[in-house]
């Protein structure tokens, strides 16, 4: 009988060490930054939607400072927000591909994503829910033990960053409309800015979560690099 393959299964050969691995410092360094700042941005947007409730709009007309002033500050945040966001995306992406494109210079074996794969999944509608989720997996596991990553289990905060994650940009999106519409249609705009700060929680929480995901797989990836530069040393040194 024929054997059966896996078609998603990615065949790559195993090295350690050599010139196959990069080191993500730079990129990690970068994106920390950005995602920093987007929590920033964040955070001061909600801020600035607080004052637009209770009895703020009333003390800031005292102090000569208008609601239309505010709201112009508020759509020059979100601008910011978004476009930070943006930025953060493309990055995330190129890391996502680098971080993978090392796993084989790891030494690690039986990959079921590719790079190109773990960073596709996340067009592919539907798919797109679970996939992404899964090549992280991979990632995470294979950074740490990439001799044995299969045996490996997500940890709790791998799986809680992808459900934050998808209900902050996939859910939330559209639940945010819906809401708002409900709210406009029943003349209660003015829980509007509250609506809005509670939507963003979720999204603070799975950027927090993927900051200290891409720092601790940066971290598993150079002791790894460091523990297959030794091995080959070592070996080097037994042949010689």
């Not at 920033?40 to 000569?64: E, Y």
């Not at 409900?182 to 509670?198: F, K």
Request: overall charge neutral; aromatic content about 10%; charged content about 10%.
């Amino acid at each position: 009988m024929a054997d059966l393959k896996n078609p998603y299964q990615v065949d790559v050969p195993i090295s350690y060490g050599g010139d196959d691995y990069r080191s993500l410092d730079g990129l990690t360094r970068i994106l920390r930054i950005l995602l920093s700042s987007y929590i920033v941005l964040r955070i001061l947007s909600s801020l600035f939607l607080a004052v637009t409730m209770g009895d703020w709009p009333r003390v800031l007309d005292s102090l000569n400072y208008s609601i239309g002033t505010i709201s112009m500050v508020i759509q020059a945040v979100s601008m910011l927000v978004t476009l930070t966001l943006v930025i953060i995306g493309a990055t995330s992406l190129l890391w996502i591909y680098r971080a993978h494109s090392n796993l084989p210079a790891l030494g690690a074996r039986n990959l079921s994503f590719s790079p190109g794969a773990a960073v596709g999944w996340f067009f592919v509608p539907i798919a797109n829910l679970w996939k992404p989720f899964q090549a992280m997996r991979q990632l995470h596991c294979a950074s740490q033990q990439p001799e044995a990553w299969e045996d490996q289990s997500a940890p709790g905060s791998l799986i809680w960053w992808w459900l934050t994650y998808v209900l902050a940009y996939t859910i939330f999106p559209v639940l945010h409309y819906v809401i708002l519409g409900i709210l406009v249609g029943m003349g209660t705009t003015g829980n509007i800015p509250l609506v809005m700060m509670a939507m963003s929680i979720p999204g603070l929480i799975a950027t927090l979560l993927f900051l200290n995901l891409i720092s601790s797989i940066n971290r598993s990836q150079k002791s790894a690099f460091q523990r297959s530069m030794a091995l080959m040393a070592a070996s080097d040194g037994t042949i010689a």
